[in-house]
């Protein structure tokens, strides 16, 4: 398949709805749908009672997807790879993975323990998780919410991502970044002198945010976009942005590191709504 959106299965419940939302996006984008179950036999005490349930699992997604998105192009495969390592090679050149909350299923797969972060730490494409409850059945009407990082590098990855579901979807788009009050000690210039005039500094943070976002503006005209700048700390102002939102953009680092910082952990534990982790950019050489 060429470029296709891509959902994890395990046999859950969640994976299901993981398999929904990736249809959705799918049909949206004019993209195949491929739905990956992968498990490693060396470690199972029955290999073929695994597969055999993968092998279900797969089936029973597959026929839901063909049942109720019939006009997508969807396709189905199962390896003999761990899961993490099958996401994230089918990863390189796909659109998205997208995959289920951690809840344990029948099937030993793809978001047991740490196997979803390593996927979201790894993948080279973007990574959405999507958990059941209130936020799945949220209409895919509300706006695109984006956590812009301060470095412009960083945010292109995640502004591109964010103005393209917004764009498929039809929806607002909300780009939003946090800042904080210098420290005294700072000697960065001219900022000693905004440090008592927080008002002055929010709009400083504000303007460059809009010169940020113009070149995006002239890419997108249709979507409409909300600059979004608060005092604070980056993570509590999305989880609560998140509320309101049909899906959160973040951004972690492609430098090789597996730890995907502490802004996206706390959203995927607590942002009520489906999170896509984007990989940004390589800091630039000098």
Known sequence: MHHPVIAG????????????????????????????????????????????AGEQALA???????????????????????AADLLTERGDGARMIVV??????????FLLGSVGLRVMSRAACPVVLIRGGEAVGRSRKGEVVAGVPEVDHEAEAVLDFAFRAAD????????ARAWDLPSMFTNRSGVLGLSNRPAELEEE??????????????????VTVTEHTQVGFAAEMLVSLAAGAQL?????????SRYVGHVVHSVLHFANAPVAVVPTKETPAD
Request: charged fraction near 30%; avoid cysteine.
């Open 168 to 175: 498929a979807d039809g929806v607002p788009l909300r780009a």
């Open 205 to 222: 943070h504000r303007r460059a945010l809009v010169t940020l976002l113009k070149p995006w503006r002239r890419r997108y005209p249709a």
């Open 248 to 256: 959160l953009v973040v951004g972690r680092s492609s430098e090789g």
């Open 60 to 82: 029973g997604a597959l026929a839901w997807v063909r049942e109720h998105y019939d006009d997508v192009e969807v396709g189905a495969e199962l390896a003999d790879l761990p």
């Open 9 to 52: 299965i395990d046999g859950t419940p969640d994976s299901l709805l993981a398999a929904g939302w990736a249809a959705g996006e799918a049909r949206r984008r004019g993209a195949p749908l491929l739905l990956l179950h992968g498990h490693d036999p060396s470690f199972l005490a029955d290999a073929d009672t695994e597969r055999r």
């Open 100 to 109: 289920g909350s951690r809840r344990p299923g029948p099937v030993t797969g």
